[in-house]
């Protein structure tokens, strides 16, 4: 009879739960969400923007009509903004200790995901709580660095990976405005596969694992970014990453077909092979004024026990 080896000890199961993105109403609220659309207020400035996943009815009560700026899609890459009063000169708003400047892009993106806040916020729970020297954090897919300069503020050594060099651009800037202009972070401007295989060859280690891959994506040197081909060969690679002493893995998505539980087996599979932790996985929201609470994607963690 041949005696089985036992399997290196691996999370099997994951819990499950949801998370709400919390901000000061002073800085970002999501006044309404419906038919297609989320409105938004930003520091004092009102953003009606495309929302494909609400679905529901519009609040009435809500200020629709009243909005400074509307973002209309258009046929081919980019869209189209309408004004009705121009932005401030200097937008920022502020979560927590980190600053973020703000401007309409030709995307409709503003330079913050609002339902990240979520992230920052478990994020700061974990650093907090480690008792060890600062980590060492790689944060791919890092775009204008939210989780980077929270992260920093804690002490962390962050390598900030990003394709787009104007982004990374926007990301030193908010660091700056943070109070974090002579903190531990290396910007780098990279494919984040490439970089990874490179760091694995070079044998570096990191303590923490940040990724929030889009869909589809380039590199500045014509790389092509697929979810679902790609993710789980870079989770590998963050698991060959991974120093003795590694803490956690969070990883983000909106990629249609996927769930908290396939990513999760992923996660799992991938990543946290041989390695002591618990995984938590669910969706994220972020609550309106009007009483919806808008689905904005999902998560998973992996953190050592």
Known sequence: MVKRSKRKSLPRRYQAGELVARWDPQQYRLLDCGEGRRLEWLGGY????????????????????????????TPGKDGMWEFRRPPPENWVISWEMVSLFLKCTPFGHLGVFPEQAAIWRWLSEVLSQRKEEPPRILNLFAYTGGATLVAASYGAEVF???????????????????????????????????????EVRRGRKYDGFILDPPSYGHGPEGEVWQFRRDLPRLLELCGRLASPKVSFLVLTAHTQGYSPETLAAVVREHFAEGKQGELKAGQIFLPAESGRKLPSGFYVYWSSV
């Open 46 to 73: 009102v953003v009606d923007r495309p929302c494909p996943v609400a679905r529901w009815p519009k609040t009435p009560r809500q200020p629709w009509a009243e909005a400074d700026a509307v973002f209309h899609r």
């Open 160 to 198: 900030h990976i990003d394709a787009a060099r104007n982004v990374l651009m926007w990301a030193r800037k908010n660091a700056d405005r943070s109070g974090l202009s002579e903190a531990k972070i290396h910007w780098i401007c990279e494919d984040a596969v490439r970089f990874v295989e490179r």
